[in-house]
Each structure stands twice: as C-alpha cells, then as structure tokens.
C-alpha cells in the first residue's frame, strides 16, 4: 500500500504529479492494499466565521479535485490536519481530534491496510503449513495402520506367527523401498546442486563488475548526448538478456524438480509433498522497474544538462549500484534453491525409513519371546491412543488454520442490545 501525502492548501503540485507517476501509478506497480492520498494542512480551510458547512465544501471541492487529477475515488483521497491532531492529543480534546478527521485514516489502515496484510500471510504461508499437516496427517495414519497390524498379530496370550511374518516380510520390503528411495534421491540432489551452478554461472558479479566497467568507459568516451543515452540503455539489455536466459534455464530447473516429485507422489504415500520453488520473478519485475527509472534518468533534460563526470558518477551511485543489490539478492536465491529444493521429499523419506526400522525392532522382539504378550498388547494400544490424539490435534489445527483471518470473523460480530 502507498499512501501519499499532500498539502491543502497547495493542491497537487507538478513535482508531486512527477512522483505520483513515476513512482506510484506506474504500469507494474504492486500495491494489493491500495493507493491513497492524504490533504494534510486542512486547518487552513477552516473558516469559523462563515461556519462549519462552508468549511465542509470546501474541503470537499479540494478532495474532488485532488481525486480526479489522480485518478482516484473520492474515498481514496483523505483529508487530515496533523496539526491539529497532535494539539487534540496534548489537550486530550475529543472534538478537535474529530474534527481533524485523523480517526478516518487511523480506520483506513486497520480495516483496509492491515487485513490485506492478514490476507498476504494466509496465502503465502497457510498454504504451506496445510501442506505440512496434511503429510504429518498421513506420516500419523500410516503408523496407526502397522500398529493395527501388529495388535491383530497379538492375539490373547498368543502370537500369531504367520500374521506376524507377514507384517515383518511387509515392513522389511517398505524399509527397503525407503532405503532405496534416499540413495536415489541424493543423487537427485547432486543434479539439482549441478543445475544450481548452471545458474550461479549464468550470472556472476565478477560479470556485473566486469559489464559496469565496460559501460563507464563507454560513458567516458561519449562525446555526445545521444551516446550517453545510448551507452546507458545498452548497459540494462545485457542485464536483461542475461535474466531472461537465466529465467529460462530456471524453468527447466523448476521442471526437473516437478518430475521428480510427481514420481515420487505416484510410488510413495507422500501424496501432498510439494516443490521449493526457484523464486525469481520479484527479481525480474525490480530489474525492470530499475529500468523505468534509469530512462526517466536519462531522458530527463536536467541530467542532460549536468557535467559529464557528475552524470556517470550519479548514474554510478544510484541506478548501478540497485542493480547490482538485485544481482546479489538473485544469486542468494540461486544459492539457497538447491539446499531446499528436494528437502520436503527427503525429510519424509527420513522419517518412513525410521519408523519403518522401529517397527521392524519391535516385530523381532515380539517373535523371539511370547511371555509379555499382554504388555505388548498394552504398549501398542497405548501408542495407539497416541498417535490418535496427535492425528485428532492435526486435524483441529487444520480446521483452525482454514477458517477466515480474525479481522474477517470480526467483521461478521453483530452486537446484541441486553448481553453483556
């Protein structure tokens, strides 16, 4: 969300037009939560001899007006003294504060701002926890059903062998499954660590350094205007082709991934595990943003008047210093993708294989003697109650985690007159 704060009594000025489109009503701006203008200085209109209407139109001709030279909704446009809001707060005058109209926006972030917010969370990191309980709900089911084996195995001061030697064949082929599983999947992960350096190599700073190099001397050599301007745009096409090559081969990375998962889905219980994926998008739509903003540096007729030297040095210290904290920000996520990328599908396969070689423990303890049947018995419906309680907690927090975000159940409370 931006909010955008202006003067009353001044109006919508040309350097804040300027602002207000290149750095806010842009073409690839991202504000989910909103733009709003604030009309700070109302005070100024206030008018005690011609009364509190007049004061009203008049701070409403100048929200119009302020709307349409936007492009925004009369309700986007607030107006606020925060002068005298402050003063209604020293002398704790409950009028003064109304009337310097700050509670409208103090409204306008909780009930607009923030519940964005709580609707960004919800969707970036509730997706991922359901992810995780629903695998935990299966990792809980499937060791409910091999106790339930091993407790039909148990009979009433007896062992049934052949019920049990099926249950150890059962476990034995799982565990070897899972074994198998984990050495193909460091394999895997030594791909994705290859494919990982694929990428770092694409694109290195040692090549960003060596490029700004090139770009300043080309800049240094320019004895016009146009080639400034030419050696400037030049400098962001390589970028830029280097990133798209780099989005491209981290497509296929992606998609190597994907396979592997799929897979592993189709042959294991595993059914809800999901990839890390290579997140490089925010990168490319900053990269181009720099762009936008180097072009309106180089065409704008100011820059075209500085001296050469101080033209290089400001293009230097802002535009190509941001898109070398891209490069780095870039080859941070192209470091961390492969150390996470699989980590879902091995952690389960960890835990499959570990449960499995506990199970299989128990079973040749429960064939080599049959004199504590009954505590057997006892132990395994014991982890069965358990495993319940955790698989019924699961579950809960599941339910809990699908409802609607406090501020929306908030919405939705309809007070009762006579219930305290």
């Known amino acids: ?142 060791r409910l059903d091999s106790l339930e084996k091993e407790l039909a195995a148990c009979q009433e001061g007896q062992v049934d062998r052949k019920s049990l030697q099926e249950l150890a064949d059962q476990t034995r082929s799982d565990y070897d499954y899972y074994y198998r599983k984990l050495i193909t999947l460091r394999s895997s992960r030594r791909l994705v660590q290859s494919q990982g350096d694929v990428l770092k190599k694409m694109i290195t700073l040692e090549a960003f350094e060596a490029h700004a190099e090139t770009t300043r001397s080309k800049l240094e050599g320019s004895w016009t205007s146009i080639g400034l301007q030419r050696a400037m745009s030049q400098f962001f096409q390589v970028l830029e082709n280097e990133f798209n090559n780099l989005m491209s081969e981290g497509r296929l990375a992606d998609k190597m991934v994907g396979s592997i998962y799929n897979r592993y889905n189709r042959e294991s219980r595993g059914k809800h595990l999901e990839p890390i994926p290579l997140r490089l998008g925010r990168q490319l739509i900053a990269l181009r943003d720099l762009r936008a903003k180097a072009d309106r540096f180089r065409l704008n007729p100011r820059s075209l008047l500085l001296e050469q030297s101080l033209l290089i040095r400001r293009f230097f210290a802002t535009i190509v210093s941001e898109a070398r904290e891209i490069r780095k920000r870039t080859l941070s996520e192209i470091e961390r993708w492969p150390e996470e990328a699989l980590l879902p599908v091995l952690q389960y396969s960890m835990e499959q294989k570990k449960l499995l070689e506990h199970q299989f423990r128990r079973l040749g303890e429960m064939a080599r003697t049959e004199k504590s049947i009954n505590a057997r018995r006892e132990a395994i419906e014991e982890s069965q109650a358990q495993l319940r309680q955790q698989l019924k907690l699961a579950q809960k927090i599941e339910r809990k985690l699908r409802q609607p975000p406090p501020s929306a159940v908030r919405e939705k409370v309809v007070q009762l007159g006579g219930i305290a």
Do not use: C
Request: a negative charge; zero cysteines.
């Open 1 to 142: 969300a931006v909010i955008f704060l202006l003067a009353a009594d001044a109006g919508v000025t040309a350097s804040d037009m300027a602002i207000w489109k290149d750095y806010v009503d842009t073409h690839d701006a991202d504000h989910r939560a909103g733009r709003f203008a604030v009309l700070n200085k109302i005070d100024v209109l206030w008018d005690d001899l011609q009364g509190e209407e007049h004061t009203n139109r008049s701070i409403e001709r100048v929200t119009q007006l302020t709307a349409e030279q936007l492009g925004l909704g009369t309700d986007e446009v607030l107006p606020l003294s925060a002068k005298q809001a402050l003063i209604s707060r020293v002398r704790q005058d409950h009028d003064l504060r109304e009337r310097s109209r700050l509670p409208a926006l103090e409204k306008l972030i909780i009930e607009r701002i923030l519940i964005q917010k709580e609707e960004l969370i919800a969707h970036n990191l509730v997706s991922d926890i359901l992810g995780m309980l629903q695998n935990n709900q299966s990792a809980l089911q499937t």
